[in-house]
């Protein structure tokens, strides 16, 4: 079946670039996603990017996609502390009633 | 607009206890989910509804049941509670019409412990 894989862990320091690697088995895949997960709290979508494109940029967020190699990476520049959290790499089909598929999630931690 | 809501947000039980989660959203979505988040697992989908009235099952549906009560509220309930379903229970929607039809919004959880 379908599945996305992501590491558990990732340590940046404050100030560097955090990028954060995702794959994925589904090639029908039309939605693929980045979720936040602060401590406590529910997902928040963070930025997601079509099928159709190889790259999305949104301020300190940059999202690559490699279709070929099913491969989604999430990268934050000039990590800052409240970067901290969980981050989930998702990816849906097109249906209106498609289930996402989330990853296990990797734990962003800055160290100063 | 307070997006999705759930209701309560921690519960302990006893081990065979009953009891039934509440998730609300007012952003006239059509399809409402509920998942639960366990640790290095990431989350799992338990059930879920595409539209008012419908239902299906997600992966992991054994030991609850829900009801898509109408277009707002999507309810899960454990029958029998076991230490198997502790765990936190995330509700989520989709389906506004904003142009992301697959973009699911989330609940802040409810963890749920049981003894």
């Known amino acids: 079946g379908e599945d996305v894989e992501q590491s558990l862990f990732l340590s940046v320091r404050e100030g560097d670039s955090s990028v954060i690697n995702c794959t994925y088995t589904?090639?029908?895949?039309?939605?693929l996603y980045w979720y936040k997960q602060e401590p406590g709290a529910g997902l928040q979508l963070l930025t997601y990017?079509?099928?159709?494109?190889d790259m999305k940029q949104d301020q300190r967020l940059t999202v690559l996609l490699n279709k070929k190699d099913k491969h989604l990476s999430l990268r934050i520049a000039d990590t800052q502390t409240g970067d901290s959290a969980i981050y989930f790499c998702a990816e849906s089909g097109y249906s209106s009633a498609s289930k996402i598929i989330f990853g296990s999630g990797t734990r962003l931690s800055i160290r100063p | 607009n307070a997006g999705v809501t759930q209701t309560p947000k921690f519960q302990v039980l006893k081990t065979g206890q009953s009891m039934t989660l509440q998730c609300a959203q007012d952003?006239?979505?059509?399809?409402m989910y509920w998942y639960r988040q366990d640790p290095g697992m990431g989350l799992r989908l338990i059930y879920y509804s595409a539209s008012e009235g419908t239902t299906d099952k997600g992966e992991v549906p054994n030991g609850y049941n829900v009801s898509r009560l109408n277009k707002r509220e999507f309810s899960l309930r454990l029958e029998s509670a076991a230490p198997s379903q502790t765990s936190v229970y995330f509700c989520a929607s989709s389906g506004g019409g904003q142009g992301l039809q697959e973009t699911q919004y989330f609940g802040p959880g409810t963890r749920l412990l049981v003894l």
């Open positions: 589904d090639s029908s895949s039309t939605y």
């Open positions: 990017i079509f099928s159709n494109m």
């Open positions: 952003m006239n979505h059509n399809s």
